[in-house]
């Protein structure tokens, strides 16, 4: 029987920024399993809330537009990350940063649901209930598309490309602001059990994997930075190509009006077609190469996020099992979280090959640049001595199109390099540190079959 709620309360639900909640639910929503954060803070009994669907916590100030959104993502085997207001069984709310992603079989094949919330301490908190506001009003106005439109736009103007964008750079913000504070929470007991030191082990492995992702967190900025200056530099990037067969062309034209006396800048109008040329294949590759690199580093970053937030909560729960004892539904959560951390942990370390991959391909493309910028100060140079012989000056002002171009190329490889060479040297530790990685979730995997005779 669902309980009914008489009054919502504007008094909030507090809980510490160091907790975490979980969850999982059927395919339906309906829930499976929950931890005792969720419980606590929910003020409902895990009696009260196994069985139900999750919306048993919904609170009416959220707007419908919002959960459309995750039932989106989710079913089409995408994770999502939203703010959510929930309902305590009291009235009160608490608000929270949820992240809810499909568990999938070997199939591929979602079997359910498992949501990680921790709570709002960036400045998101401040602007997102007033979008919300604005949201529920459309919806009864116009309905839930318009309202949808509303927050792409909002978020749009507040400066993020899209809701992946928004959601993604949300979840790394709201973890780093808690760096210090889940540091702190490392887990000090002294075990007496066989049960109690298979679960230590598990949470000492899981904590140094906590620490590396801490490590690898902290300086996707580099990443970040990286892709903010080749998103900024690819238009110049792009058009170098347009402005050295503008340059040949006008070239050959002033040299074929020379005739004979035009036959030194013929060669050099010839010489500036092969650079025309080995311009456009430089561009041409790098293009797709910036375009792949962003999108690597963007995809990397994402997931970086979820696997720190997925060693937290692993760590929370073992925690928790510890404190509170282990239930029936102890051995299928552990089994659920690993699965989660195993799998975010395989992409993670496949993201950081590609990333290798795409960075060799823009050093390449940067090697290229250097290239041609020797070859075009070649041609500035002579093409200014043969200028020099001539009363006719279009072709200084050619061969000063010549430099200028110079100086764009050049400019491009010293705003490219040193951040490249940063991220390169990053990526490189970083594969390191994922060697490590593996090695810690090899020991709490192997320890995690052993308990399996325990958990019942």
Do not use: C
Request: net charge positive.
């Amino acid at each position: 029987m669902k309980t009914k709620i008489k009054t919502v309360k504007h008094v909030e639900s507090k809980f510490n920024e160091d907790e975490i909640f979980f969850s999982t639910t059927d395919k339906k929503g309906v829930i499976l399993s929950g931890n005792s954060v969720f419980y606590k803070v929910a003020k409902y009994s895990p009696e009260e809330l196994i069985g139900k669907p999750h919306n048993i916590v919904r609170h009416p100030d959220m707007p419908k537009t919002v959960f459309k959104l995750l039932w989106n993502y989710i079913q089409s085997k995408k994770p999502i990350v939203a703010y959510v207001k929930n309902l305590a069984k009291d009235g009160s709310y608490y608000w929270v940063l949820a992240l809810v992603l499909p568990v999938v079989d070997e199939k591929g094949e979602i079997l359910k649901y498992l949501s990680m919330r921790i709570k709002p301490t960036t400045d998101f908190i401040n602007i997102i209930p007033e979008i919300y506001k604005e949201m529920l009003k459309i919806e009864k106005e116009k309905g839930i598309e318009d309202a949808e439109e509303l927050l792409f736009n909002r978020l749009y103007q507040l400066g993020f490309k899209s809701y992946d964008d928004f959601m993604f750079k949300a979840l790394r913000e709201e973890i780093l602001s808690k760096k210090n504070i889940f540091s702190k929470k490392e887990s000090r007991f002294f075990p007496k059990t066989d049960f109690e030191r298979k679960i230590y082990r598990m949470i000492k492995s899981a904590n140094q994997i906590s620490y590396m992702y801490d490590s690898i967190l902290l300086k996707t900025d580099k990443l970040e930075n990286l892709g903010k200056i080749l998103n900024e530099k690819s238009e110049f990037i792009f058009e170098i190509t347009d402005r050295i067969r503008l340059i040949s062309l006008n070239s050959s034209v002033e040299s074929f009006k020379l005739g004979s006396k035009g036959a030194s800048f013929s060669v050099l109008s010839a010489e500036m077609r092969k650079n025309s040329e080995l311009g456009n294949r430089i561009i041409k590759n790098m293009k797709k190469d910036i375009e792949s690199l962003i999108e690597n580093l963007y995809g990397l970053t994402t997931s970086i996020s979820i696997s720190k937030l997925a060693i937290l909560t692993v760590i929370q729960f073992l925690q928790e099992v510890v404190f509170y004892g282990a239930d029936k539904s102890t051995k299928q959560n552990i089994e659920d979280l690993l699965h989660l951390l195993n799998s975010g942990i395989k992409k993670d370390f496949v993201l950081f090959i590609s990333l290798k991959e795409a960075l060799e391909n823009i050093s390449k493309d940067v090697r290229e640049l250097k290239i041609l910028l020797k070859r075009l100060e070649f041609l500035y140079l002579n093409g200014m001595i043969e200028s020099a012989y001539q009363t006719e000056n279009s072709f200084s002002i050619i061969f000063s199109e010549v430099n200028n171009l110079v100086e764009t190329v050049r400019n491009v490889i010293l705003d490219i390099n040193e951040p490249l060479l940063e991220v390169i040297d990053e990526n490189r530790k970083n594969q390191v540190r994922m060697l490590s990685i593996s090695s810690h979730v090899d020991t709490i995997n192997k320890t995690s079959e052993n308990l399996k005779d325990i958990l019942v």
